[in-house]
């Protein structure tokens, strides 16, 4: 299928299409991670002071501090980008910061490297997420702009569902030679070169197809983070409830994700679990954000 015939089959923008797309590359690399570095971290190339913490905890923390840097750096990044009147600028310098922290992990040998550029990728990654979505929802029409969020978010599922299959697959399948150069890399070094070209594939994307909208609304200077509803017709901010129903839903997810191994081992499951709900999610992701058609509600 040519990618008019997908932009005229979802009805999307191709500014849109374009953000999905890089946003895929980037969170498969990004979903590289969360299987690559447990591993990185057991296999005992990682070395130095531990902080006193096993094993477990550690990689744990790894994973963890990317989420705790950018949901903190998330509201600062998305007002900046509002006083600034640009995104795009915003969507490819988190892409380069996050493409060159990929390439950092190769020389992350202890802790502590590790941890700052887990904390550098999560702030990178604020600016991306919140100048990509905001541009998506400014280059939408009013009637397609649901449709439009739902191919994005399904681009970006599809891309964090295989993630975890294709690391997988890479680190069982090394270490590789590389091509007329005596010496061999680590099934590591190339899921974490891969990553670093996801990230390069969508800066391309972005600079190629993706444009500021020419009149942007001017934004209020003043940061405003409303928790009870001003106008008194509810109790919370509607924008604050949803940020606490986001916040539990991704609690139950990661919880689950702790799980996966185990539930794996007792149903003698060939492939991961979260691997698959995320494709699953991936696929009706699109239909889900597509207003009804001559509905009778």
């Given at each position: 299928?040519?990618?008019?015939?997908?932009?005229?089959?979802?009805?999307?923008?191709?500014?849109?299409?374009?953000?999905?797309?890089?946003?895929?590359?980037?969170?498969?690399?990004?979903?590289?991670?969360?299987?690559?570095?447990?591993?990185?971290?057991?296999?005992?190339?990682?070395?130095?002071?531990?902080?006193?913490?096993?094993?477990?905890?550690?990689?744990?923390?790894?994973?963890?501090?990317?989420?705790?840097?950018?949901?903190?750096a998330?509201?600062?990044?998305?007002?900046?980008s509002?006083?600034?009147?640009?995104?795009?600028?915003?969507?490819?310098?988190?892409l380069?910061?996050?493409?060159?922290?990929?390439?950092?992990?190769?020389?992350?040998?202890?802790?502590?490297?590790?941890?700052?550029?887990?904390?550098?990728?999560?702030?990178?990654?604020?600016?991306?997420?919140?100048?990509?979505?905001?541009?998506?929802?400014?280059?939408?029409?009013?009637?397609?702009?649901?449709?439009?969020?739902?191919?994005?978010?399904?681009?970006?599922?599809?891309?964090?569902?295989?993630?975890?299959?294709?690391?997988?697959?890479?680190?069982?399948?090394?270490?590789?030679?590389?091509?007329?150069?005596?010496?061999?890399?680590?099934?590591f070094?190339?899921?974490?070169?891969?990553?670093?070209?996801?990230?390069?594939?969508?800066?391309?994307?972005?600079?190629?197809?993706?444009?500021?909208?020419?009149?942007?609304?001017?934004?209020?200077?003043?940061?405003?983070?409303?928790?009870?509803?001003?106008s008194?017709?509810?109790?919370?901010?509607?924008?604050?409830?949803?940020?606490?129903?986001?916040?539990?839903?991704?609690a139950?997810?990661?919880m689950?994700?702790?799980?996966?191994?185990?539930?794996?081992?007792?149903l003698?499951?060939?492939?991961?679990?979260?691997s698959?709900?995320?494709?699953?999610?991936?696929?009706?992701?699109?239909?889900?954000?597509?207003?009804?058609?001559?509905?009778?509600?």
């Open positions: 299928m040519s990618a008019s015939t997908l932009t005229s089959f979802f009805d999307t923008d191709r500014r849109v299409l374009a953000l999905a797309i890089a946003r895929m590359a980037d969170a498969l690399g990004n979903s590289f991670l969360v299987i690559v570095l447990p591993l990185y971290v057991a296999s005992g190339i990682v070395s130095g002071d531990a902080f006193g913490l096993s094993e477990p905890m550690i990689a744990g923390l790894v994973l963890a501090v990317f989420g705790i840097a950018s949901s903190i998330q509201p600062f990044a998305g007002r900046l509002d006083l600034a009147g640009k995104r795009r600028v915003f969507v490819v310098g988190g380069l910061v996050f493409m060159a922290s990929n390439l950092g992990f190769i020389w992350a040998e202890n802790y502590t490297l590790l941890f700052a550029l887990r904390i550098i990728q999560g702030t990178a990654a604020a600016f991306t997420i919140t100048a990509s979505i905001a541009l998506v929802n400014e280059v939408s029409r009013m009637d397609s702009r649901g449709g439009n969020m739902g191919v994005y978010n399904s681009f970006r599922l599809v891309g964090f569902g295989a993630g975890p299959l294709l690391a997988s697959l890479i680190i069982e399948g090394g270490p590789y030679t590389v091509p007329g150069v005596k010496t061999s890399v680590t099934g070094e190339v899921t974490f070169f891969i990553a670093a070209l996801a990230a390069f594939v969508s800066i391309v994307l972005v600079l190629s197809i993706v444009e500021d909208p020419e009149n942007p609304e001017t934004a209020d200077r003043r940061f405003n983070l409303a928790i009870r509803d001003r008194g017709r509810n109790t919370l901010d509607p924008i604050f409830a949803l940020g606490i129903a986001t916040l539990v839903m991704a139950c997810v990661a689950l994700s702790t799980l996966e191994p185990q539930v794996n081992d007792r003698a499951l060939p492939e991961p679990v979260c698959r709900r995320r494709l699953l999610s991936a696929a009706t992701s699109p239909t889900a954000g597509r207003p009804v058609r001559n509905s009778p509600c």
